[in-house]
């Protein structure tokens, strides 16, 4: 049973406004964000990065919302811990949503904490409903302390965990429509998942649910040791800008972010990026 502020927020998600093609904001490049503000139309900030942060850090916060439209993109909340949320860190997190009221908020489908023990990385859930069942108690923990909407990530994960009851397209629908969550779709985790564990982007790509997409992260990666990376240091590949293109085709998108936290490359062909994605969603008809 989902519960009413969990539906009222999946509406506000879907009615939100398109925010267009933007950025996930780096301090290294602020300079160069401002004296192209024009060329950027929304900003993504990593939520984490602001709690017990200092006066000059809040400062810089309060400074991008006011020139850019700003979603929250969170690290650590680990959503699918059977254990539940962590109360001090979505206290943390809620303080930051009342001051920056995003549109919309996101975290990824994973966990990143077990028996009390935080273990580091973004961790792949098994695709069971036992599974589902945490993450829709958890999310509906969540949002009776935040109640501007959700959106769930999928991540990469290169071991596919033993017991699966579902493959991921399957898993993430029923974890949308278990937690009303509108998704986060990382067309470069898609993409990394079906190369790494060698699944057929074609012949699953309708079974995902297009239906909940809010927002597109996407980003470049890099090859080690025969295993593709989601390591957000290189240009975006051209085959996830094919990926990207069917996409937006494919379904309706509120937003689209540039992930780039390596490698820093001159300011200019970062905002070719951000071009570049802005002109498929106007071939398409999905902004401006
Ligand atoms: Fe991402």
């Not at 093609?21 to 602020?30: C, E, L, M, W």
């Not at 080690?224 to 989601?230: A, F, T």
Request: glycine fraction near 6%.
């Amino acid at each position: 049973m989902i519960a009413a502020a969990v539906v009222a927020a999946v509406a506000a998600a879907t009615e939100a406004p398109v925010l267009g093609s933007g950025i996930g904001y780096r301090p290294a490049f602020r300079a160069d964000l401002f004296a192209n503000r024009s060329r950027v139309d929304c900003l993504e900030v990593i939520a984490d990065h602001y709690f017990d942060a200092s006066p000059e850090k809040i400062a810089e916060l309060d400074l991008l919302r006011a020139h850019f439209p700003i979603v929250a993109h969170g690290l650590d909340l680990s959503i699918g811990s059977a254990e539940g949320i962590d109360c001090a860190y979505l206290e943390k997190f809620a303080r930051l949503i009342e001051r920056l009221e995003p549109p919309w908020w996101s975290e990824h489908l994973c966990f990143t904490r077990a028996g009390g023990v935080d273990i580091g990385h973004l961790a792949a859930l098994p695709y069971t409903r036992e599974a589902i069942d945490v993450v829709a108690r958890n999310v509906e923990t969540v949002q009776k302390r935040i109640s501007a909407p959700l959106i769930l990530e999928n991540i990469t994960t290169v071991v596919r965990v033993p017991g699966a009851e579902m493959d991921e397209p399957e898993f993430l629908s029923r974890v949308l429509e278990a937690t009303g969550c509108g998704w986060l779709c990382d067309v470069a985790n898609l993409y990394t998942n079906a190369v790494n564990q060698n699944i057929d982007l074609d012949a699953t790509f309708e079974r995902w649910p297009w239906n909940r997409l809010v927002q597109i992260h996407y980003a470049g990666g890099r090859w080690r040791d025969g295993v593709l990376i989601d390591s957000h240091d290189s240009p975006t590949s051209e085959a996830v800008w094919a990926l990207y293109d069917r996409v937006i085709a494919r379904a309706p998108v509120k937003g689209v972010i540039l992930e780039r936290d390596e490698r820093l490359p001159r300011f200019a062909e970062l905002l070719d990026e951000v071009a570049h994605a802005r002109a498929t969603l106007r071939e398409c008809g999905r902004w401006g």
